[in-house]
């Protein structure tokens, strides 16, 4: 079935620790974003990518990397996780760039 | 100033009631309007995407924008308690960039 996974679901993490944010998808999109989500506030975009080996920041700051080495896989990294980058991490995929499929999200908590 | 205003809400209704959501935003170049939902522990899912200004009807739903106000809204006729979510507005002016800026959202409750 085709469909977009996020893994971790939630994680856990202490200050310091380098960690990475899983994304696949099953429906050959070329486009894929990264969106972050803090409670009751707005998404907002940090990466996207259009293919394989492109990737750009969004119109949020962020301390976070990606990489886009295969169509379907599109990897968030965080070198050291500080208390600020606790929020929730959603990864997406579009064929038309208006219409995002979402993953279900990684729930972030850095101690 | 934001570029998009939604009412967060929380916006409690009967079961059967025409719920009315509502987002304003002050970017003129904005063209294409969406309406994402997402329930608790769960990504968005798109529900309603609309180009330019007029109506747009799926079902129980139906989307408006108005972009001489600068006003779109969603209207969810016969709510049932599987409604019960958060509702996203979004928009973007550029066309297949998937850049889209996202309302507050509105969180939604039918009550039974």
């Known amino acids: 079935e085709a469909d977009i996974y996020q893994t971790p679901r939630y994680l856990v993490i202490g200050t310091g620790k380098k960690i990475t944010l899983e994304c696949s998808q099953t429906?050959?999109?070329?486009?894929m974003y990264w969106y972050q989500q803090d409670p009751g506030m707005e998404l907002h975009l940090i990466h996207y990518?259009?293919?394989?080996?492109?990737?750009e920041k969004g119109d949020l700051s962020s301390e976070s990397t990606v990489s886009r080495i295969r169509t379907e896989h599109f990897p968030l990294t965080l070198e050291s996780a500080r208390p600020s980058h606790t929020s929730q991490y959603l990864c997406?995929?579009?064929?038309?760039?208006?219409?995002?499929?979402f993953g279900s999200g990684t729930q972030l908590s850095v101690l | 100033q934001k570029e998009v205003e939604q009412d967060p809400g929380p916006l409690s209704v009967p079961e059967g009631a025409i719920v009315s959501l509502n987002c304003t935003y002050s970017?003129?170049?904005?063209?294409?309007f969406m309406w994402y939902r997402q329930y608790s522990r769960k990504g968005p899912e798109l529900l309603m995407y609309?180009?330019?200004?007029g109506n747009k009807e799926d079902g129980r739903f139906t989307a408006q924008v108005d972009k001489s106000s600068k006003y779109i809204s969603l209207f969810i006729r016969d709510s049932q308690p599987s409604d019960s979510a958060t509702y996203l507005c979004?928009?973007?002016?550029?066309?297949?960039?998937?850049?889209?800026?996202f309302g507050q959202g509105t969180t939604l409750q039918v009550k039974p």
């Open positions: 997406a995929s579009s064929e038309e760039g208006e219409k995002l499929f």
């Open positions: 429906m050959g999109h070329d486009k």
């Open positions: 990518s259009y293919g394989v080996n492109s990737t």
């Open positions: 970017n003129s170049a904005f063209q294409y």
């Open positions: 609309t180009y330019s200004s």
């Open positions: 979004a928009m973007t002016g550029s066309s297949n960039t998937g850049k889209l800026i």
